[in-house]
Every structure is written in structure tokens, then in C-alpha cells.
């Protein structure tokens, strides 16, 4: 049985899930009319991994015995300009989702709730993995800089690429 405070603490990060996965599918949609398709292919696959993410929490809730609401969500602002602001926001984004993450994880051990906490494990390894694409990918861009052959070459490769797959290379490099 989860804690009133657990189950509301789970629920705003319910909330921060879907939130992340309509953020990313408005910047793939940007990416999308901007002609990045392979960008855009990327994003929709991490719009479509944070849908995942929110689901896996819902089921968490109800498996717990919790009320798990549908969140309403806030209208994305898309505020990029360039392929590379797509990516900044990212890491940007993911970095508030690690810092909700750890918010969280602290709540479950001042309520004594060790269930949870061993559940939360697999996003505090997630986040790792997915600031460490960002970074990885933000690295890449600034070694490209304004060369258009690069960038072709990048959205080529980065539309076959998922979150995990940049994750692992960048910590085998
Ligand atoms: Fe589910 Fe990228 O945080």
C-alpha cells in the first residue's frame, strides 16, 4: 500500500513523463518541418520511450494498490531554432527529470518505503543513460560545427540510433 505521499510524489512524475514525451514529439515534429528527418526519427522514438516510462509508473501505482490519474497536459512550447537547440533542450530536459527522479527517491525514504525506492532504481539508471546520450550527442555537434557534409552524414546515422545504442557507444569510446 503506497503512502498518500508516495502516491501523489508518483503521480507528478506520471505527470513529468508524459509532459517529457509530448515535449519531445513537438521537437520531433520541429525537426520533422525543418528537414531533419533523421533527428526527427530519433525524437520520435524518445517521445515514444518517455510514453513507456509514464506507463511503466501507472502500472507501479496500480499493481500497488494506488490511484493512477491521466495527466492533463501542459501545450509544448517549442522555442529551437536549430538541430542543435533540439538537443540542447534534451539534455536540458533530462537533467530536470533526473533532479524530479531524485526528489522522488528521497520521498520513498522518508516514508519508509523501500518497495518503491527498489522499484525507482531502473529510472535513476535510465536517467544516467539518457544524460549521457545528450552529452554524447552535444559532443558530436560541437566537433561538426557548421560543416553541412557532417550534419548530412549525422542526420543519415542518428535516425537509426535509439537512446540506448548512443548511450553504450559513448561508454565504450
Ligand atoms: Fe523519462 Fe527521459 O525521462
Same mark, same amino acid.
Given at each position: ?44 522514438? $524518445?517521445?515514444? %520511450? !518517455? ?5 511503466? #509508473?501507472? =502500472?507501479?501505482?496500480?499493481?500497488? &494498490? ?60 535510465? $536517467?544516467?543513460? %539518457? !544524460? ?5 550527442? #552535444?559532443? =558530436?555537434?560541437?566537433?561538426?560545427? &557548421? ?27
Amino acid at each position: 500500500m503506497l503512502s498518500k505521499k508516495v502516491e501523489k510524489a508518483l503521480n507528478d512524475q506520471i505527470k513529468m513523463e508524459g509532459n517529457s514525451s509530448n515535449y519531445y514529439l513537438a521537437l520531433a515534429c520541429w525537426a520533422d518541418m525543418n528537414g531533419f528527418s533523421g533527428v526527427a526519427d530519433f525524437m520520435y522514438k $524518445q517521445s515514444d %520511450e !518517455e510514453r513507456f516510462h509514464m506507463l511503466k #509508473l501507472m =502500472k507501479y501505482v496500480i499493481e500497488r &494498490d494506488g490511484g493512477a490519474k491521466v495527466p492533463a497536459y501542459d501545450e509544448p512550447t517549442v522555442n529551437v531554432k536549430t538541430a542543435t537547440g533540439v538537443f540542447q533542450d534534451l539534455y536540458k530536459h533530462e537533467l530536470a527529470v533526473t533532479e524530479s527522479i531524485n526528489k522522488l527517491v528521497g520521498i520513498c525514504l522518508s516514508e519508509n518505503d523501500y518497495t518503491t525506492h527498489n522499484f525507482l532504481q531502473w529510472y535513476v539508471s535510465e $536517467q544516467l543513460e %539518457e !544524460e549521457a546520450t545528450a552529452k554524447t550527442i #552535444l559532443d =558530436k555537434i560541437k566537433l561538426m560545427g &557548421d560543416d553541412k557534409s557532417a550534419w548530412y552524414h549525422f542526420d543519415r546515422d542518428i535516425a537509426g540510433l535509439t537512446v540506448t545504442s548512443v548511450a553504450d557507444a559513448g561508454a565504450g569510446a
